[in-house]
């Protein structure tokens, strides 16, 4: 059973940046994704952006595109959400997840994704 532990979350202002992490207990395969979601307050949680191991193939949401970069390191096995010019719309509890296997579809949906980290908070002041 693999586990996702986060960290790196925090509060900001606006313009601000952060990094958040989120290492595996075991990397055991090699065709499944890693992504990030994130729920706000009284919202559903959506998916910001997921990464291939296999190639490295990235897929961000358009709310996110062009402020963060997600990046992956087998070695480490962490992957990483980098996060820029953050918005007050960018507050939210981050959650890592590793898909179930096989592919995922896009929009990202959270039922293609069978192991979940306990969430970061982001909480980003104007």
């Known amino acids: 059973q693999v586990r996702l532990v986060e960290s790196g979350g925090g509060s900001v202002q606006a313009g601000g940046s952060l990094r958040l992490s989120c290492t595996a207990s075991?990397?055991?395969?090699?065709?499944?994704?890693m992504g990030w979601f994130r729920q706000a307050p009284g919202k559903e949680r959506e998916g910001v952006a997921v990464?291939?191991?296999?190639?490295?193939?990235?897929y961000y949401a358009e709310a996110v595109k062009g402020r963060f970069t997600i990046t992956l390191d087998n070695a480490k096995k962490t992957v990483e959400l980098h996060m820029n010019n953050l918005k007050p719309e960018d507050t939210a509890i981050y959650y890592c997840?590793?898909?179930?296997?096989?592919?995922?579809?896009?929009?990202?949906?959270?039922?293609?994704?069978?192991?979940w980290g306990q969430g970061t908070q982001v909480t980003v002041s104007s």
């Open positions: 997840a590793k898909s179930k296997g096989g592919g995922i579809q896009y929009p990202l949906r959270e039922i293609d994704f069978g192991t």
């Open positions: 075991s990397f055991t395969y090699s065709s499944a994704f």
């Open positions: 990464i291939a191991h296999e190639n490295g193939y990235t």
